[in-house]
Every structure is written in C-alpha cells, then in structure tokens.
C-alpha cells in the first residue's frame, strides 16, 4: 500500500482517490515516427484523448497525418525540438495534458524529466516508471549492485566507480586470473568511465601490463568529459547471446508478470539491434549446449525478483547477456517501453486472447489502473520475428542513406504486422534530423521453420525502391536481414 | 611697466584664479573685490600712473594674503579635493628639487619612461654634524602629476608604474637606504592587463609589509588602491590640505545616488559625500591611519611656498629619525632622542644621525611595522564579544601555547624521523622473510585443489563495501529557490544554445549549473558552507563582531541593520573552522549577499582574527570570496586601512609556515582583490566569476575606454596569471581536498 501512496503523492493526488477514468484523460505524444503512430492507435483504442507534437522536418511522416486524422482539435502541434522539455511542457498545458508518454529515445529515460513532470506546479502522470525507478535503474553501477545483493548474477568486475590507481590495478589483475582459470584463451578486461554512457570511455586491455596506461587514459578522458574520475572495472564477454525479458507491472507495483524473453543478438557492427525474436531460444526445435529452458527461466525469475524488490510500475526490459557457457548475466535494466515490444506481443496470449498491446497495457497501468491479470493468464505461442528496415549500407559499416524513397510496398498477410511512419501513397523523404529506422515487421509463424520462412517470403516480397540528389539507388538492410534469418535462434 | 611689477602681477592672476578654481564659485564677493582691486592696480600701473608701484603691490600682495588667510578657515572637505587636484598643487618634482638637495630620476625621465605617472628618484640629503656634513641618501618613490601635464595621466599609475615602484623598493631594501613615499594619486589606472592593476596592487602591499627599510610616506592625495600601492610606510605623514579616501567623493556620489551610465552626480551630493567620508588630515589623525600632519600655507601649497619645503624636509628627515631610533632597545636614549628632535625648534639639519640598521634592527623595524598595521582600525568595528568569552579564549590560547609548540616544534619533527627509520626497518623484514618462505611457496603453489577458484569468483561477484548511495541527493543543503516552478534562461543561451533549465532542477541538482554550457549561476553562501565542507565540521567564531557606521555616514545604519536582518549574519564576513575529509581548516569567507561583500572594518577585523587563529592553530586558511565589490566606501578610511592591514596579517600567517589559499566565486573586485586576497601565492575561481580591478562602469568613467567583453572573466585572470585554476562549482571539495593535500606538507601547515 505504501508503494501505491507513494506513487499518488509523486502526481499530487490524495492517497484513497479513485484514478480517474480513462476517457477523461488526454496524452502528450512526446515523440515522433513508428513509435508515435503505435501509441496514437493504442489510445484510440482505449479511448484516451491524445496530442501529437512534430517539428518541420518531420512534417511529412505518417504520425503527423495520423495525428491531423484522428486526434481532433488540439491534436497536434509544432514544436521546435523533440528534445526541448520546456516547449512540450508548454504544449501540453496548452492542449490541456494529464499525462505524458515518452516514447523510446528523447525522454524515455531522463529521471528528471519524468521527475518535472510529475512534481511540476500543475501535475502530469508520466507513462512510464516513476522518476526514482528511473533513476535507480538507470544507472548501471546501481543497477549491478542491486542485483548481486539479490543474488542475481551479472558480469564479473568492480560494481562501484573505482578512484584509486592500486585497487583498480587489484581488480583488474583477479579480474584475469578468474578468466584464466575459467580457461578462456584470451582473457580481456574492460575498463570503462562509470560516468561515462554510449560507448564513451570504453576500452578494452588484452595485456595485463598494458592496464595502467589503459586506466590512466580512461580517467583523464572521463576527467575531462564527464568530471569525475571514477572507472569500472569489468571482465569483456566476447561470445553472448543479448536477451531480454519483456516486464510488466502497474503502479502498485506488488504483481510484476512478464511477456517472455526475446533474442537480440543479430545486430550490426556498431551494436544496434536488427532482428528480434521471440522467444529467447527455442529448445524444442533447435540443439543447445547448455540446457537452454532453465535459462530462460532464470532469467526470467532473475527479473521479476528484482522488479518486486524496487517496486517496478511500469513496462520495462531486463537485458540479459548469455555465454556460450549458458552462463546469464544482467546487462542493464531498460525502464521505457522498446522498439521490439511487439514482437513479445504477438506471441503472447492473454486468456488465451491473441492481439496483446503493450503499449495499451502500459498506457492503461500508467494511468493508474490494475493489471487485471495475472502470470497464470499469460502463455506464449508460436515464434515471433522483428525486422528492422533501415536504409543503411550494411557493406559499408551500416552507414545511414540519405534520399527519398519512391516505392514502398510489400505483401500483406494475415501474419505480418507492419509498423511504418513512411507512406505508401506518396514519395518520402528520409529526415537527416533523426535515427533512419523506416519500419517494423512482425512476422508470426507456429514454430520456428515457419516463421523463418514466412520472413523470407515477407523479405522477398518487399519492394523498397528510391534515390538520392546523387542519383544513386536506395541502399537497405533488407540483404543482410535475409541472410540472418536463417540463423536466428542459433547460438 | 617694470617687468618685475609684471611678474608680481601674474602671479597674482595665479593666485586669484586658484582661489576661485578651489573654491567652484563660493566666496564669490572676497574674489570680485580682489579682481577689482588686481584690475585697478594692471590699469594704473600700465599707464605708469603709480607714484610707487613696489610699495602699491605689496599692499596688493598682503590683501591677497589677508584673504587667504581668511578664506582658510572656511575650507570644505570638497575644496581640499579641489586644491589637491589644481595644477599649481605642489607636485612631485617640485618636492625634489626643493626638499632634497639632489637628485637623479631613475626608471624614466619625463614621458620617456615605463610609466610617466610614477616617479623614482635617487636623492640625497645632506645634514651637518659641527663642522662635518653627511650625506644621506633616500629612495624618491612617487606618483607625479605634473602641473597639467597630460602625459602624467593625472598621477594614476598603470601597474607597470606600481612594478617599477616595487623594483626600487627591492633595490633600496638591497642598498640599505629609507624609503620616501610621495603619494598623489586619484586612485590606480583600472586596466588589466598583464599583470593586471590589483594583481600588482597586492603584490605591492605583501611587499611593503616585509621591507626592511624605513619607510616615510607623504600623502597629498590619496586615493584607495593607487595610495596603497606605496602607502604602507612605518610613519605616514599628510599634507593638511591633502585628503585620504577610498575613493573620490564623486565615485561616492555615483554609488550613492545610484547613478546610472551617462547621468552625472549633483554636485550637492558629492558635497555632503566628500563631507561625511572624513578625509581630510585632520579626521586620519583622529582615527590613527597618518601619525602627523605637515601643515601647509594658506589654501595648501604651491611651488612658490619655499618656506613650506623647508617646513617638509625637516618633517621628513624628523619621521626618518624617529622610525630609526624607534628600532632601538634602550629606551631610555630612545626617549632621550626622541625628544630632542620633537623639540619645536629642533633643527634637523644640523643633528646628524645615520641611517643604516643592523639586522636585528631590521627585523624589529618590520614587526613594529606590523604590529602598528595590525593595531589599527580595531575602534571602528563593533566587537559584541561578551568579556567572558573573550578572557576564556584568551586564557585557552596562554594554555595552549606550550603545548603546540610541543607538538609541532618538538614532538612532530621528531615523529616523522622515527617514522622514516621503522619504514626501513619493516622493509628490509619483509624482504629477508619473503627469501626465507621461498621455497615453500613454490611448493604449496603446485599442490593440486586450490580452491582459489570459488575465491576469485566470489570476490569478483560480492558486493563491495561502498560508502556512496547513488539515491541520495548529492548535496547537503539545497538552495531554496528550488522550489520555484519556473525555467531559467541561461545567459549564454544565445551563443551555445543552452536549452532553459527547469528551476527545480536546476538549483538542486544541477548545483546551479547550467547542464549545456557550465555556466554558473549565483548561490547562496550557505550553499557552500554546507557542501563544501563535512557536515556538522563548521564552527563559527567572532560572530558577534558586527559590521557598523562609524564614520556616522547618513541612512547608512539603517541600510547595515537591513543587510545584516536579510542575511542573518552580523557582517559581510564569516570566519568558521571546518574541516574537509578530516582536513581542519580556518575559513574566512566574504559574503556577497552582505551589501554586496564590501569590506569593512569589522570584515578586516574578523579576518586579522582567522589569519592569526590559523597562525596559532596551526591549519591551513582559506579565504573564500563567495563576491566581494571591494572596500566599503561608507566606512571611507576605516575601510581602505583594511588593505595594508590584512595584507600584515596574511604576511605573518605566510611567513609562519602557513598555507594560505583564496578561491573565487561570483565577482570579486577591487579592494579586497588588490591586497590580502590577490597576494596570495595559490588561488583558484570557480567558472563564470568576474575577477579584476573595476568594474566596466569605472573603466569607462576614469579612463573613457569601452572594454572588450569578458574582460573580467576568470579565464583571463587565468592567463593574467592572477589565479592558478578554473574549478567547477560541483568539484570545489574534491578539488580543494586535493589542493589541500598537495600544496599543503605533511600537517598540512608546513611546507
């Protein structure tokens, strides 16, 4: 109960009042593109008013003519940034706001965003965790520390900021010696600014002498970037599966149930996600070295007693690295709804309902409704595959293309779930401003084999054509992904 | 006409048209009548009509000394300020060539010199003893204003001038001989540059403090910065018709009336400022900053008052004296001496007496000094201290003393040789035993089921102990303006782009940061106190001595009582000791909240106190200027004293072994900056704070030149070389830890 009070004082209401009801409400967009589009649907779905904002590049997308279609009056407005909070909080009092879904990307993660939000003078629900699980989480060394005093295991390695030169050699030097007698050939160790994030201050020491004047550069390097000297110290996991369990909770935070896991791990050479499947590895149809369904429970247990610990109220992502061993460890913990979260969806049956909506699900939870079910009402079927289509050039290290896309169309079936912000009818622009992810597909199939070939059919039914001021033909991921799908769910 | 006659009457003109300068169109009826009769007089005698024109112009010339002598004794404050700057004031050259019998200028001659408004000349004066006579030679160190000459800029002293003063002052502490310090100056050339004018201000004055010479200085017009620069001398005379301020009655005016950029003061206003500043020679003697006064003739002295030399040589040659024997032991022949030579009709031209020291006589002359510096102004602060508490510190302190210097002077030396010798005596150990276990090492290390590897595991998978709780907010104390529901722009949105910060956050977390571009907004003092140093680690002391009026100046207890109900604190200084990680230290920090941190002489009070606490106690002391606008001009010379005399206090802590050392935040200007805080060897500012001299409006009222912008950010300083670092304002503990730690000796007090 306390929990709940908590959650009702952070948005300034009297503990004991009934959540108001869903229809009263009106949501502030505060994002742009696929993931724009799939909350606008989930609301509409719900019944829940909303407000789309967009700026001058993105005037063309399919989320601004969604939103001009459906949202109505005070449906959308221009801003001048996605990234300016203060124009959307602006915006929002302006359209008359309860509440505000971040999205992924932007303000997803931004404790402080969600912390004004709700603890500004007129009060909004932020749809998503609450501001201090966000900061709590969202920072890798807590997260870590939380873990291992749970039990639950992550990569091995100091799990504080380290500032003294002789305890980080300390560590570094058990740090090989524990690869060594694990037998791992080339053992590595990485040392890495613990203020530091998106690959900055990250490198890796092959040669135990070489660790100090590795160590000394990363402190000075986040010295002068990020102002403080601390460093972690962690074993380099080379050969992993990335996985991830799907969580979900609502604001009482008691009853966490998860979605499954998903399999992350075709992903380009700087590291982004491409394909995501559904479950995590599929035991039944293909062989493991290690007894892969006690991993998945693991993990998923892992999860779940870490998101009941905190109090978890929202969506969020646990990401999971898995050695070639079947040994799992906690990455890091994704406080935001993501891209993949579809993928989840369509292998999930609620009751044995098809059509789960996560982001209803969360929307509905955030605004301060019960989850209604419980983990026994949740099963999984089939496999679920995601691609990501990107106009990028996957022989060139996956450099983004830039230019218009004049034919985009594919064949639908029953299927495939195809999430796009670039309409079919009409030439696109691709914006410079923002990421060039153009769409999702969710491919659906009863086992494995099945989805794996009906992707391939997807894939080569899919025509994706356009050019550049160069003149130069539209480069897309769509090769590489064919050749991934037949290796997906493979260790 | 007899050309004499001309001569006489042109000097008249001069005089008449001096009196009616000095006095701005007051006692118009005595200067008609004087016109009238000067005119008459040029009329006849042109015409020859005068039977005797000698007897006639004498009569003239003694009405003219009738009047003046009159009109003196209804001069006011702000006609002394317009004597000092009439350009038939005597000036410096003329002293020279009439006081000394000779000379030769050094370091420049007329506009060909490093800085024309600084005089240094080598001169000697030459006494008879019987039928021997002596020569003796001084150091000339001077401001020059010339009579109008435009290339002297007036007396006011670019810092090169004032480096040039001080390289003299060396050579004559080199040589041996007294120093003779002729102040006519308005006030410092505000420029920076390289050094900039406080930088080499307060280098000047840490300087002064610690000559061993004698030094006299003669004040004419004394303008706070400019006059400090050579003014700290061990017998400080003045002309009666000089004045001595911190600062000029119209740059007074200004502040007072709140005068606005291109608006001018009412002359009314700088009247009733120059009156209740106190700056005439009469008021200094009173309160104890000048020890004598060499009174000139009738509406102050102009090069033709040979008389008045005379008057001023024997006035300087008595002061040179008098420091002299005043370093000696016996004091019976020091009284002795003394007396004969205040004798009223002493000659001292013909009592000859060397003046050379030996070196025990240096180093009491330089503590006389300092003590002198140290004693005054003490009046003028309020001291609330219950008596009580004053008798018990002063009796911990008689306690005390045996016992520090017990434990530093004897205990602590001996410690650390003890220390370095078991270090090596546990070194070889360790060595002889590992050689000894050898081979048994070797042995076990191959014995197989080592179960080194669940250790490792476990010590690699284990919780850490870790003292830092990543929920906790990171601050101690939170600026109460937190809680304003409101964005702030940053100032340098327009030129980086800083997005408006979200005043929750920015004021408590982001410790008034902007996140974008590092740009610091002010914060509280409590701010600091609170976070910069352990918590529960501040005591403060000499809280009750209160910051007051005592020049009586008008509405100004009234605006004192208002800052002191707004910030809770008695003064615009708060002296605490705290401690950093367990560091101790003694803190003085200036206030900015606290009419604008303006030093006052309960400020310089309370910082002598902390400089000498640390002294005693034997901790680092740190000066911590949250701003400061320089010396509070309502206190007028109480205040502009505090220069020379914290600058005597921060020497001594020095020279005993202490660290000291001064950080910066918000702006720090003037005053305070040109002595006991720029003369410190390490000082630090934290980003965005403004260090120099004078504002931008001064700058551009006193010398008429538009500043560039950023003039006074602290980067320059930086490359000025007046600061060391740039800190950020979240890194101020970590960085003075370290600071600390490295600059600092083993007790940190002992380098």
Request: hydrophobic residues 40%; contains cysteine; positive net charge.
């Amino acid at each position: 109960m306390s929990k709940l009070q908590d959650w009702k004082k952070d948005r300034g209401e009297a503990p004991g009042v009934t959540p108001v009801a869903l229809h009263e409400h009106r949501i502030l967009v505060a994002n742009r593109g696929e993931i724009a589009m799939r909350i606008m649907r989930s609301c509409i779905k719900l019944g829940v008013a909303f407000t789309a904002v967009y700026t001058a590049e993105d005037a063309a997308s399919g989320h601004v003519r969604l939103a001009r279609e459906k949202g109505g009056e005070k449906g959308l407005f221009r801003v001048s940034s996605y990234h300016d909070a203060n124009e959307l909080m602006a915006v929002a009092d302006e359209a008359g706001c309860t509440a505000v879904h971040p999205g992924y990307g932007f303000f997803a993660e931004d404790f402080r965003f969600a912390r004004r939000v709700t603890k500004r003078d007129r009060k909004m629900i932020f749809i998503g965790p609450s501001w201090k699980i966000i900061r709590e989480l969202g920072d890798k060394i807590n997260t870590k520390r939380l873990a291992r005093s749970l039990g639950v295991p992550t990569v091995p390695g100091s799990d504080r900021p380290i500032y003294d030169e002789l305890e980080a050699e300390r560590i570094a030097k058990s740090v090989f010696d524990f690869q060594e007698q694990q037998g791992i050939q080339r053992p590595l160790v990485l040392v890495k600014a613990s203020a530091g994030g998106g690959g900055m201050g990250i490198e890796e020491v092959y040669d135990p002498d070489q660790f100090r004047s590795v160590y000394r550069r990363i402190r000075n390097y986040a010295m002068r970037q990020f102002k403080d000297e601390g460093v972690l110290i962690e074993q380099r996991i080379t050969d992993f599966n990335h996985l991830e369990v799907q969580v979900i909770s609502d604001r009482s935070g008691r009853n966490p149930v998860h979605f499954g896991t998903r399999n992350c791990s075709i992903q380009s050479t700087g590291l982004q996600k491409r394909v995501e499947i559904a479950p995590g590895f599929a035991p039944e149809t293909l062989e493991y070295s290690f007894n892969a369904e006690r991993v998945l429970t693991d993990i998923v247990d892992y999860s779940l007693t870490m998101a009941r610990k905190v109090g978890y109220d929202n969506v969020g992502t646990w990401e999971w690295i898995v050695t070639r061993k079947g040994e799992p460890f906690l990455m890091e913990v994704n406080t935001r709804i993501q891209v993949e979260n579809g993928v989840s969806a369509c292998i999930s049956r609620v009751h044995g309902r098809e059509g789960v909506d996560l982001i209803a699900e969360q929307i509905r939870t955030g605004l301060g409704q019960p989850l209604g079910y419980t983990q026994e009402d949740i099963a999984t079927e089939g496999v679920g595959i995601e691609y990501r289509l990107i106009a990028e050039d996957p022989d060139n290290n996956f450099t983004p293309w830039v230019g218009r896309i004049e034919r985009f169309a594919w064949e639908e079936a029953p299927w495939l779930t195809m999430l796009t912000h670039v309409p079919c009818d009409a030439p696109y622009e691709i914006p410079t401003e923002f990421d060039p992810n153009l769409a999702l597909a969710i491919i659906w199939g009863r086992d494995l084999h099945e989805a794996q070939a009906r992707g391939l059919t997807f894939l080569n039914s899919l025509r994706l054509e356009g050019s550049n001021n160069a003149g130069e033909a539209l480069k897309s991921n769509v090769g590489f992904l064919k050749a991934n799908t037949g290796r997906i769910l493979h260790f | 006409m007899d050309n004499n006659i001309a001569k006489r009457i042109q000097s008249l003109r001069d005089r008449l048209t001096y009196l009616q300068d000095i006095f701005a169109g007051k006692h118009a009826d005595n200067a008609n009548l004087l016109e009238e009769r000067l005119a008459a007089f040029t009329e006849r005698a042109r015409w020859a009509q005068l039977d005797d024109p000698y007897a006639d112009i004498a009569s003239l010339e003694d009405l003219f000394a009738y009047v003046e002598r009159r009109l003196e004794d209804c001069i006011t404050p702000m006609d002394k300020v317009r004597i000092v700057r009439h350009p038939q004031r005597v000036c410096l050259r003329d002293i020279l060539e009439n006081v000394y019998d000779n000379f030769t200028e050094v370091g420049g001659q007329d506009e060909h010199s490093l800085d024309p408004g600084m005089l240094i000349a080598r001169a000697v004066i030459t006494r008879r003893s019987g039928k021997k006579s002596h020569t003796q030679s001084v150091m000339v160190i001077g401001q020059e204003k010339g009579h109008g000459a435009e290339f002297r800029n007036g007396g006011s002293v670019k810092p090169w001038g004032n480096a040039k003063a001080l390289q003299y002052m060396r050579v004559a502490e080199t040589e041996g001989i007294p120093i003779h310090a002729y102040i006519f100056t308005p006030g410092s050339y505000p420029i920076e540059d390289y050094p900039g004018a406080a930088q080499q201000i307060a280098r000047n004055i840490y300087g002064m403090a610690g000559l061993r010479v004698p030094v006299v200085a003669v004040i004419s017009e004394g303008g706070s910065g400019g006059a400090e620069a050579i003014g700290l001398a061990d017998k400080r005379l003045m002309l009666s018709h000089g004045y001595y301020s911190v600062i000029s009655p119209e740059g007074a005016a200004a502040i007072e009336g709140r005068i606005k950029e291109g608006e001018r003061a009412t002359p009314e206003l700088i009247e009733h400022c120059a009156e209740h500043l106190r700056i005439t020679a009469q008021d200094n003697l009173a309160f104890g900053y000048i020890d004598r006064i060499v009174q000139e003739p009738p509406l102050g002295a102009r090069p033709w008052h040979f008389d008045f030399f005379r008057h001023l040589r024997q006035e300087v040659i008595r002061a040179t004296d008098e420091v002299i024997i005043s370093t000696r032991r016996m004091p019976l022949l020091k009284s002795i001496a003394l007396s004969r030579r205040r004798k009223a009709d002493a000659n001292l031209d013909e009592m000859h007496m060397g003046w050379g020291l030996s070196a025990s006589a240096k180093e009491r002359l330089r503590e006389r000094r300092q003590q002198k510096f140290l004693r005054l102004s003490r009046q003028a602060a309020c001291d609330r201290r219950p008596f009580w508490t004053k008798t018990a510190t002063a009796f911990c302190d008689w306690l005390a003393k045996p016992w520090r210097t017990f434990k530093y002077d004897f205990y602590r030396k001996h410690q650390r040789q003890m220390r370095s010798m078991m270090e090596e005596v546990s070194n070889e150990w360790d060595l002889f035993r590992n050689r000894l276990l050898s081979p048994w090492r070797r042995l076990s290390h191959k014995l197989p089921g080592r179960a080194e590897n669940a250790q490792a595991q476990l010590e690699l998978t284990a919780l850490s102990a870790w003292s830092g709780d990543g929920r906790k907010s990171k601050w101690n104390y939170i600026s109460p303006r937190f809680k304003i529901d409101r964005t702030l722009t940053c100032p340098n949105s327009a030129s980086y782009g800083c997005l408006d910060l979200w005043g929750p956050d920015l004021f408590a977390e982001f410790a008034g940061v902007c996140s974008h571009c590092g740009y610091h907004f002010p914060m509280e003092p409590e701010w600091y106190v609170k976070n910069v140093f352990d918590v529960g680690s501040v005591f403060e002391f000499n809280s009750e001595i209160e910051a007051g009026n005592p020049l009586d100046f008008p509405d100004f207890s009234a605006r004192v009582a208002e800052a002191q109900q707004k910030t809770g604190s008695k003064s615009g200084c708060m002296t605490f000791e705290a401690r950093i990680d367990g560091i101790k230290m003694v803190v003085a920090m200036l206030m900015g909240t606290f009419r604008g941190g303006s030093v006052g002489a309960a400020e310089g009070y309370k910082f002598v106190e902390a400089a000498q606490r640390a002294a005693k106690k034997r901790y680092p002391f740190l000066a911590y200027v949250h701003g400061t606008a320089g010396i509070r001009i309502q206190e007028g010379t109480h205040g502009v004293i505090q220069m020379p005399r914290c600058t005597v206090a921060v020497r001594r802590y020095i020279e005993s072994g202490g660290l000291y050392m001064v950080l910066y935040d918000t702006n720090s200007f003037a005053g305070p900056l040109a002595s006991f805080l720029g003369c410190s060897p390490y000082q630090f500012a934290v980003r965005s704070s403004n260090i120099g001299f004078a504002g931008p409006g001064v700058i551009k009222e006193t010398t008429g030149m538009d500043i560039p912008p950023k003039y006074h950010r602290s980067y320059r300083a930086l490359s000025r070389g007046h600061i060391q670092g740039i800190w950020d304002r979240r890194q101020i503990r970590a960085n003075l830890k370290q600071a600390l730690l490295t600059i600092g000796g083993r007790n940190l007090y002992y380098r």
